[in-house]
C-alpha cells in the first residue's frame, strides 16, 4: 500500500488542523492505522492509532483529548484532526500501517508510511 499525507501547514497557537493520510490499493480496510511525529532533533514518536480490530483507538499522554484518529475505508483515507495545537506540536507527522496485530505505538509495528507532512504552529 502507497500512502499520501497532506493537511499540513502553518497555524497559530490555539488553532485546528486536520491531516489527511490518502492510501492506494484496494486493501485499505485490512490494515491497522497510525500517525507518528518527528520534531527537529528528535525521534519519530507515537501520536494516534488503532488497534488491529479497528475498535478502539489510542494517544499519546501528550496530545489525548486534543487530537482525534478517524478513517473512512470508502475513501481509503484515515485524518487526524488536531485541535488546541500548541508550539510543541510543531513536526513533522507521518502516516502509517500495519498488516500484522502488533502492538500500536512502535515504530517497528509498522510496515508502510507517507511521506509526512509538516506541521508548523506559531506562539
Known amino acids: 500500500v502507497q500512502l499520501q499525507a497532506s493537511g499540513g501547514g502553518l497555524v497559530q497557537a490555539g488553532g485546528s488542523l486536520r491531516l489527511s493520510c490518502a492510501a492506494s490499493?484496494?486493501?485499505?480496510?485490512?490494515?491497522?492505522m497510525g500517525w507518528f511525529r518527528q520534531a527537529p532533533g528528535k525521534e519519530r514518536e507515537f501520536v494516534a492509532g488503532?488497534?488491529?480490530?479497528?475498535?478502539?483507538?489510542y494517544y499519546a499522554n501528550s496530545v489525548k483529548g486534543r487530537f482525534t484518529i478517524s478513517r473512512d475505508n470508502a475513501k481509503n483515507t484515515v485524518y487526524l484532526q488536531m485541535n488546541s495545537l500548541k508550539p510543541e506540536d510543531t513536526a513533522v507527522y507521518y502516516c502509517?500501517?500495519?498488516?500484522?496485530?502488533?502492538?500500536?505505538?512502535?515504530?517497528?509495528?509498522?510496515?508502510?508510511w507517507g511521506q509526512g507532512t509538516l506541521v508548523t504552529v506559531s506562539s
Open positions: 490499493g484496494r486493501t485499505f480496510s485490512s490494515y491497522a
Open positions: 502509517a500501517a500495519r498488516s500484522r496485530d502488533l502492538n500500536y505505538y512502535s515504530r517497528s509495528s509498522y510496515d508502510y
Open positions: 488503532f488497534s488491529w480490530s479497528g475498535a478502539s483507538t
